[in-house]
């Protein structure tokens, strides 16, 4: 089991700047990818980024390229951020932490997501 727990989510006005928290914990040996998602209402989870925890190759959205960045701390590779600039209001969402794991399929755990709000 993995427990992820994200922080950092608030409100802010459009074109500011948040960074988004995610720590890892547990069986954390399956991993071989952290990846943020994030979903409003109604709508499906929208996948923003994820980046490989061995190497730091990272993918994004392109909604969010130029944007956002997602990086691991340096000396806690379980520990990823995501650090979101000049957001706009249509990045309103919760965001989700999870796991990809190094067995396509396996290690599949999200935590329990932080809101982030940015109005207009």
């Known amino acids: 089991q993995v427990q992820l727990v994200e922080s950092g989510g608030g409100s802010v006005q459009a074109g500011g700047s948040l960074r988004l928290s995610c720590v890892a914990s547990?069986?954390?040996?399956?991993?071989?990818?952290m990846r943020w998602f994030r979903q409003v209402p109604g709508k499906q989870r929208e996948f923003i980024a994820n980046?490989?925890?061995?190497?730091?190759?990272?993918?994004y959205a392109d909604s969010v390229k130029g944007r956002f960045i997602i990086s691991q701390d340096d000396n806690a590779k379980n520990t990823v951020y995501l650090q979101m600039n000049n957001l706009k209001p249509e990045d309103t969402a919760m965001y989700y932490c999870k796991t990809g794991g190094v067995v396509p399929g396996a290690c599949n755990y999200w935590g329990q997501g932080t809101q982030v709000t940015v109005s207009s």
């Open positions: 980046i490989e925890a061995s190497g730091g190759l990272t993918n």
């Open positions: 547990g069986s954390t040996g399956c991993i071989h990818d």
